[in-house]
């Protein structure tokens, strides 16, 4: 099996120290960078590469300047696309991936943009080509989100989603009930664990759980869905006082995604919910999430878990890998 | 797609509903029953079969006497088995899945027997023969177990199992919490619901979950286990009293099936387990049922629901039928 790879951030990095950890019987030919790539037709050495990892520059295999085109001739059966997103565009991602199906490669991607931008035509493309698109990296990293739709429901038709899959508001949400501290302060606090980023924006206010809602409405229930078609509120006005009376009556606020029928059609909502004790997604908390599914056939199916960690979303990009490669086999 | 089927009970009648209701393209070629079979090599009209449900030897295709042995030549690509059990032997459903995969048809079976028996031997007989085992439905019916383990798990090594497999006792032990009676008048209530057997020794003394569980380990863990391997504990001695101290800690007692390492080798236990809110199986109420896979590197991940009836059974049949045909494709 060989492997290319472009993006090296944390996941990047973290799949590199998984393919080792995990012994994974694979070469990988490259690993592209914005400013060129280590590149070695018979396999890089990763030993080499986790080693010096700061250092990527310094490897024996280092050629400044290599970029997607003139690497993407080289024969590989998975390129793995963790390059930055972009949530309006999906480029240069969807490109990248687009000339790799057009190949005759597999790609594991966990890379939101484009697959809330262009998952039909994507999905479209690799079957044309006869190989396979993963993306369950996509909606919740290490949580079964795909597969738990995509196999664990096959057979039965999802009538309805939801989601608590952002681990951020999850997190700051139990601490603002546990410390009995204000938004404000638990956000300051989440982003000087490292837990809430710098420009909080994408999680606080939803667009993150909702993209992830979009794509799981998308593929698990064919809609062509797009961001604007969501109705989208943050947890950016909920206060203790919020979280005390839901206590009061023994229900918790989660962020809530929701993809249900109205009227004829799927609407897909996100917003702080109180939830009761007995609703599928309640234990859910900290940097824990959860997706339900209800089904007409198979009842309802709740999945929980999937750690939040780097380490935990490449070993999602590897589920992909192995259950592409035994599919095929 | 052509399917034979192997045994009428509860599970078929509501396989051919299905079948119908969600339009699936395919022909039905055969039942077959102890003392006959509908048998028509250009697809059984299921209309006719539903409607005359109970006089099945009436219909125009009925050939009394029709036995395994003398259909089995018909061409199919799936056999769906689902003769009585037999926990010792495995047999006579061990003979048919043998006999359907060494002729190249793929079995997707809801009997724990043979499973439970001689997993591996079928597995690889159905690698060697390049078809597929289909065993879902035999550890939980609707609830997606295996799935949940093998593809949601992919690229992970499984370290524990937990599993609340048995809506029978579920139920039970949530009667005599709420209803505040002793296990004696519970168990007679929910024999008098049809929800406990007759003979409900496989389910309260705890055999069941057993069984699931030894599966389980077996096809997630590659364990090589059989029942006399499993520590097992039902649900006969529980009191109210026992429901009631659990309770004053938040606690609730649930039949708990663990697969866990200890000195190097994995234990199977079952027995019943005061569970605290923490536990990611202490919300699986009722008829529910729930299982817990601990992983290295995708977290923990908890599946909660699918429902108990025939139809849900039925519905995880088709799950897997659906897989295997959608993975060949």
């Not at 990988?28 to 050495?45: E, M, P, Q, R």
């Not at 262009?118 to 396979?132: M, Q, R």
């Not at 079964?144 to 681990?167: F, K, T, W, Y």
Request: aromatic share 4%; charged share 30%; with cysteine.
């Amino acid at each position: 099996m060989n492997i290319g790879l472009i993006g090296y951030g944390g996941v990047g990095k973290a799949f590199i120290r998984l393919l080792k950890e995990k012994d994974i019987p694979c070469k990988v030919k490259y690993i592209l960078k914005s400013d060129g790539a280590v590149f070695n037709s018979k396999g890089i050495d990763i030993n080499k590469i986790i080693q010096s990892e700061d250092n990527i520059k310094e490897h024996k295999d280092w050629m400044e300047g290599k970029n997607f085109e003139n690497i993407i001739d080289e024969e590989i059966d998975f390129l793995v696309e963790l390059t930055p997103t972009n949530m309006e565009t999906g480029e240069p991602a969807i490109s990248y991936i687009k000339e790799a199906l057009n190949r005759g490669i597999s790609v594991v991607t966990g890379n939101k943009g484009p697959i809330l931008i262009d998952y039909l035509g994507l999905k479209e493309l690799a079957e044309k080509n006869n190989v396979s698109l993963g993306i369950g990296c996509t909606t919740g990293g290490a949580l079964p989100s795909i597969s738990g739709g995509a196999v664990d429901c096959a057979g039965a038709r999802i009538e309805e989603i939801q989601g608590v899959l952002n681990g951020t508001t999850n997190y700051i949400l139990k601490e603002m009930a546990t410390k009995e501290i204000e938004y404000q302060e638990a956000l300051r606090q989440a982003q000087g664990l490292g837990i809430a980023e710098t420009n909080p924006k994408m999680d606080v206010e939803g667009f993150d759980t909702a993209i992830k809602m979009i794509i799981l409405t998308n593929v698990l229930m064919g809609e062509k869905l797009t961001l604007e078609d969501a109705e989208i509120e943050g947890i950016t006005k909920v206060t203790v006082k919020d979280i005390k009376d839901a206590e009061q009556e023994g229900k918790k606020i989660k962020l809530l995604g929701k993809a249900f029928a109205k009227d004829g059609n799927i609407k897909v909502k996100v917003a702080p919910v109180a939830l009761e004790e007995e609703h599928p997604l309640y234990s859910v908390e900290g940097k824990n999430k959860g997706v339900y599914y209800r089904t007409d056939t198979l009842g309802d199916i709740t999945i929980i878990g999937g750690a939040s960690s780097t380490r935990n979303a490449a070993a999602a990009i590897l589920r992909d890998i192995e259950n592409i490669r035994i599919m095929r086999l």
